[in-house]
């Protein structure tokens, strides 16, 4: 694999696997997220993901005003997140590592087929 891996990280479908009211403050939920990922690309996730590794985060619907902040590219969807995420993978060099971080069944397949590993959130937020 070449250079800094991709992390790309589907919003949603993180913020989405805790019960924890984020229904009633998407931006927030999407902005807290964000916040707790701002340490990976210098620490990376390990031991699995050294760093330094780049991130992305996709957001959607009501959270697409949430900006990026250093170390964290926030991608809001103009449509589907899915998509987003699918296109972001797709357009990455092929030979650097992609990994997405996502427990939705049909993104799972769709980013597999074009070569990124998948991760589910506990992957990410049980660190």
Known sequence: MNGTPLLIVDAANVVGSRPDGWWRDRVGAATRLRDSLTGLPDSG????????????????G?????PSVPGVRVVAAQQSGDDAVVDLVTVA?????????TADRELRERVLRRGAEVRGPRWLTGR
């Open 45 to 60: 996730v390990p031991p699995e993901l050294p760093p330094p590794v780049e991130v992305v985060l996709v957001v959607e």
């Open 62 to 66: 009501a959270a697409r005003g949430v």
């Open 93 to 101: 060099d092929p030979q650097r590592r992609r990994v997405v971080i």
